[in-house]
């Protein structure tokens, strides 16, 4: 069965404190896999897709990068508007539906 | 900007009571979406269009419909809510040039029902 899981849970930093989130993804053939960002009531925000080993994307303190068992998401030097809960979700061959992960809710504080 | 717009952000119901939630996009994506989203949890696919063809997910509770008039637009009817569907649904479009593959969402809307 196609699962994700993220961890940690949750993540506290302080402003400035890098770290990196994990999504560790099992699949029957992965068509591409997705970070988003969720704020509290509102819809998921589109970061990356990444869709190979070894690829990586950034964008700004963001960078997400893929192997062929997990992704990371690197935040370098956050600051508390990067404070959101972010989201990995795969794509199977053959599938349509976004197979999500729980998510990991980070809280940085100044 | 392109986007995917979702009506109403908030909606209040009644136990029984139909309900339309309504998504508009200016992607010009030939994919359309309708997730359901409970406190703390992951989305979870309701069904999907691709273009004018209507696929519903196996454990679609049979309470949920939904209509694709033209490709702007798409609909979600809760014909008889019940407490259980009380959530935040999400509206999402895929396609247009390149890999056509990453699901865009819109805002949510979040349903109350009473």
């Given amino acids: ?110 | 900007d392109a986007m995917v717009i979702q009506n109403p952000r908030y909606q209040v119901t009644q136990f029984g009571k139909p309900v339309t939630l309504s998504c508009s996009q200016t992607l010009n994506h030939n994919v359309m979406y309708w997730y359901q989203q409970k406190s703390s949890q992951a989305p979870k696919l309701l069904f999907h269009y691709y273009d004018k063809d209507f696929n519903n997910e196996a454990d679609t509770p049979d309470n949920f419909q939904s209509r694709r008039p033209n490709t702007s637009f798409c609909f979600l009817d809760i014909r008889s809510p019940g407490l259980g569907d009380a959530a935040m649904y999400l509206c999402a479009t895929s396609g247009g040039q390149g890999r056509t593959d990453t699901q865009y969402f819109g805002p949510g809307t979040r349903l109350t029902v009473l």
Avoid at chain 1, 26 to 51: A, C, H, I, M
Avoid at chain 1, 63 to 86: C, G, M, Q, R, V
Wanted: hydrophobic share 30%; charged share 25%; proline share 5%.
């Fill in chain 1, 1 to 110: 069965e196609d699962q994700v899981t993220q961890s940690p849970e949750a993540l506290r930093l302080q402003e400035g404190e890098s770290s990196s989130l994990n999504c560790s993804y099992t699949v029957s053939g992965l068509r591409g896999l997705f970070w988003y960002r969720q704020d509290p009531g509102k819809g998921p925000e589109f970061l990356f897709t990444l869709y190979s080993a070894g690829e990586e994307k950034e964008k700004e303190r963001l960078k997400a990068t893929l192997t062929k068992k997990e992704s990371f998401l690197h935040i370098t030097a956050p600051k508390p508007e990067d404070s959101a809960t972010y989201l990995c979700a795969v794509l199977n061959q053959a599938g349509t539906a976004l197979i999500f992960g729980k998510g990991t809710t980070l809280s940085v504080s100044s």
